[in-house]
């Protein structure tokens, strides 16, 4: 019964995972819609989409903070591996390890930031332009992106430290 506590954790954990990258995938198809739709009625129809500016630019805010959610616990980020490359195994999880953290600690600053943001926004009731619509939804929308980050950068953390072979089950890290 004991070896049937860490599966469960490890499947409660992936869905997690699942649910955050498959809500950042839903905002690429948001912003690629947006685009398309509106580059569709100007070209086709001579009119467009109130405000189509304004969602766009909140949409791709959004979609960039769920994006660094899916990339930080994957790994997907811009690195430079030379050090890590020449390390021995030991070194490269210490090395993984002390990267991680600074990255949860550099997006829990970035995401205390960005609550002040959503806060005075909403405090300032920022429109958009045509239908005069509250923006601090879309600000909200991107911080929990940004709380995502942290999450899913806590559970990677703890994955190298305590479940490393965890991290090693994923396909992306089977390169051919």
């Not at 903070?65 to 790994?75: K, Q």
């Not at 690195?79 to 210490?94: E, M």
């Not at 005075?120 to 509250?134: A, E, F, K, R, S």
Request: glycine letters at 4%; proline letters at 4%; charged letters at 20%.
């Amino acid at each position: 019964m004991s070896q049937d506590l860490p599966t469960q954790r490890k499947n409660i954990f992936d869905r997690i995972i699942d649910s955050i990258e498959w809500t950042a995938a839903l905002f690429v198809g948001l912003v690629a819609a947006n685009i398309f739709l509106s580059v569709f009625l100007r070209k086709f129809f001579d009119t467009s989409i109130p405000d189509s500016y304004d969602f766009g630019r909140l949409l791709l805010g959004i979609l960039i903070f769920w994006g660094i959610a899916a990339t930080s616990y994957r790994g997907g980020h811009i690195t430079v591996d030379l050090v890590w490359s020449l390390s021995s195994p030991r070194t490269k999880r210490y090395i993984d390890v002390f990267a991680t953290l600074v990255l949860m600690l550099v997006v829990t600053v970035q995401t205390i930031m960005l609550l002040d943001k959503v806060k005075n926004t909403y405090i300032d009731n920022v429109l958009t332009y045509d239908l005069n619509l509250p923006t601090w939804p879309f600000f909200a929308l991107a911080w929990m992106g940004d709380v995502c980050a942290v999450l899913l950068i806590a559970i990677r953390t703890w994955r190298l430290i305590f479940q490393p072979q965890a991290l090693d089950e994923h396909p992306e890290h089977h390169k051919a």
